[in-house]
């Protein structure tokens, strides 16, 4: 789910009293993928959104975002100084075992060279064919 939409239902949510229901759903959900990270800076309403959903996804569900923003950016993209960044990005929230894969190169076959970190597969280099 892009991250501006889901912002919007939480928005949403709170206005038409589907708030904690949202979250609850959103909880269960296996895997869910963010994309879209710091596009804009967040408000204060949903830098506490943020906050709730991975605190009840924590430990249970994975949760995997992308951005095209460097991760070296996401705290001033999270807005208010360093403590709710450092909140919303700290190990117990999203990044418990975090894997990092920065795209390197993108080619004419779109063939994309990627380096993978913290996993087992660090310092690898992995290359994807995706010219069909």
């Given at each position: 789910m892009?991250?501006?939409?889901?912002?919007?239902?939480?928005?949403i949510g709170?206005?038409d009293g589907?708030?904690?229901?949202?979250?609850?759903q959103?909880?269960?959900i296996?895997?869910?993928?963010?994309?879209d990270w710091?596009?804009?800076?967040?408000d204060?309403?949903?830098?506490?959104?943020l906050?709730e959903?991975?605190?009840?996804?924590?430990?249970?569900r994975?949760?995997?975002?992308?951005s095209?923003?460097p991760?070296?950016?996401w705290?001033?993209?999270?807005?208010?100084?360093?403590m709710v960044a450092d909140?919303?990005?700290s190990?117990?929230?999203l990044?418990?075992t975090?894997?990092?894969v920065c795209?390197?190169?993108l080619?004419?076959?779109h063939?994309?060279?990627?380096?993978?970190?913290?996993?087992?597969?660090a310092?690898?280099?992995?290359?994807?064919?995706?010219?069909?």
């Open positions: 892009r991250l501006p939409r889901l912002l919007d239902e939480f928005s709170r206005a589907r708030y904690m229901k949202l979250l609850k959103l909880a269960r296996g895997v869910l993928l963010i994309d710091g596009l804009a800076v967040l204060d309403a949903h830098r506490r959104d906050l959903l991975l605190d009840d996804r924590h430990g249970s994975s949760t995997i975002v992308t095209q923003l991760i070296e950016h705290h001033a993209a999270i807005g208010d100084g360093i909140a919303l990005l190990p117990r929230r990044s418990t975090p894997e990092r795209l390197l190169s080619g004419r076959r063939l994309i060279t990627c380096r993978v970190e913290g996993s087992p597969l310092q690898q280099l992995l290359t994807i064919d995706t010219f069909r």
